[in-house]
């Protein structure tokens, strides 16, 4: 592979660091690399390879002579910024959400769909952690005998909603432990030793903008708008790792013995199921592990072509990062 110059935006961020890291990590072929945020954060370095690389802000004169910027920013700056980058012959990898549903915009996850990135018009964006997690852990049992309903319950870790939230965590669980007085500032609850059903904002018909996505991308990444989907997605006390829980009913049958075989020689996915010995993923194990891991596998009791499942994923890595970087080695 011929070395280019990448720029991640939002570098200082939770997602832009461990995008660096993930460079690093898989030898990316880096010509040069440019690290982008906003004017609070002039004057942090990040090293990459033991080489330090300060923090410059981000403006219209970025990315001259970039090939690949990675955006992890927010989507107010995304639809900034990256009409900008695009129109200087750069590739922008978007995780935010500002692209994912637009017509024109592939929405890749490349274990699943990596032949639509050719499709770019110069964007690709970045798939919700929820949802990349769950169409990896689907897509196999989606080629071999296709899926009618989806149904999925999330527990995403703190760290979906950033650093503030992961301290806001730390904090509350010390103040419960010590009988002292909460500080809230992140949620519109106590998240500590509690579970809040609501990521995001409310929607029309009950459903949070973090369910909807969910149903939307999962349609678009599959380009099957019949699949019926439903989502609940909750926020659980935990610092990494996002945790669900889906069912599906299958076009035609399988059986567990056959899915588990297909899993175990599937690239990206790690198969957790022994439950004789108390095995299956846990949110903990998203720190060591990028694939993502499957377990609890059954049937359902009442429909034949009913099957259940528990998914686990670094929503940082793989969620977001890792997938991005992903994206990106498929371009080149």
Known sequence: MGKVNVAVVGATGAVGREMVKILEERSFPINDLILLASTKSIGESIFLKKKEYKIQELDE????????????????????????????GVIVIDNSSAFRMDSKVPLIVPEVNYQD??????????????????????????????????IVSTYQSVSGTGKEAIDELSLQSHQVLNNEKLT?????????????PHIDVFEDNGY?????????????????????????????????????????E??????INKLKKIYLKTKGIKLVDDIDNSKYPLAIM????????????RKDLFEP????????????????????????????
Not at 250 to 255: A, G, P, R, V, Y
């Open 117 to 150: 990135i050719k499709k770019h018009n110069g964007i690709i964006a970045n798939p919700n952690c929820s949802t990349i997690q769950m169409v990896v852990a689907l897509k196999p049992i989606f080629d071999e005998v296709g899926i009618n309903r989806i």
């Open 208 to 248: 949070t903008k973090e369910e909807m996505k969910l149903v939307h991308e999962t349609n678009k990444i599959f380009g099957n708008s019949k699949i019926k989907i439903t989502a609940t997605a909750a926020r659980v006390p935990v610092f990494h790792g996002h945790s669900e829980s889906v069912y599906i």
């Open 184 to 196: 809230r500032k992140v949620y519109p609850h106590q998240i500590a030793f509690n579970i809040l």
């Open 305 to 332: 072509n009913g099957i259940s499942m528990w998914i686990v994923a670094n929503n940082l890595r793989k969620g977001a990062a890792l997938n991005a970087v992903q994206i990106a080695e498929f371009l080149i």
């Open 61 to 88: 004169n970025s990315f001259d002579n970039i090939d690949i910027a990675l955006f992890s920013a927010g989507s107010k700056v995304s639809k900034k910024f990256a009409p900008i980058a695009t129109k200087k």
């Open 250 to 255: 299958t076009k035609k049958h399988i059986s």
């Open 286 to 297: 998203s720190e060591i592990y990028d694939e993502i891991m499957i377990g609890r596998l």
